[in-house]
């Protein structure tokens, strides 16, 4: 049976424009998902950190009793259920036990998580959170000031160490208390850092092997969180090898070539072809 012209020309179209929306391969994933404005479907983290989209975002409330968001223009602290009771209650122990005045929080993710327009590799599946190592001060920051204060490195010119002037034992309790919550899969620091965590820890270690030295991360210190129980389509990374970690292979992060590295040729974009499929629901859903 031969389909009328006119049907098959409808077809045609209809399939040429669904295609321009949602699986339009040349557009970047970090232009779609940077400009969607709220969170769709139920919570889900799809595909793996730096490779995926989040459904049923949560917005960590701009303010806490024990926290406030930054940079609210970026519209960044959402996440899973479970990230956004973590970074409640990680911020109500990090105050009552340690005596840590209040988390400013960096990025979450997006509403729908997916790739970022600016910074951040990862923190695509509502599973990460940068949290600066600068203390909350004692009263509720304005949204401007919230765009312009800049955190502090801990870090010194050479690299190589933390900034004695700056750093202090309560950063080290903060990363501690945080590696040690459960669910928690890594922290990232800087190598700076974690050489001044292996230096300070004393007999008590077991927390450092979650603390991986990574580049940046020196103003602010990164969680991420092992995806939640029973999420077939979350991808975990492989657990951090064993021991504290201060050993070898955070000695290989001190040679001139690690700690001043050239700039390599960047990386094309993600699209959506390169995205879990049911990222394109999730970007697409009303
Ligand atoms: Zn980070």
Redesign the pocket.
Known sequence: MKAPAGIIVVTVVLAVLSIGALGDTKVPAKVLFGKVKGPALAARSIGSYAKGCLAGAVALPVDGPAWQAMRLSRNRNWGTPQLVAFMEKFAADAKKKDGWPGLLVGDMSQPRGGPMLTG?A??QIGL?A?IWLTPMPDRTLTAQEREDISAVTMVDKEKRRVDPKVWTDSRALLIRRAALEPGVARI?VNPAIKKALCREAGADRGWLTKVRPTW??NY?F?IRLACPAGEAGCSDQDPPPGGDGCGADLAAWFTPEMLFPKPGKPRPPLTMAQLPTECHRVLEAP
């Open positions: 951040h990862s923190h990460d940068d990232f940046g991360h602010h990164h």
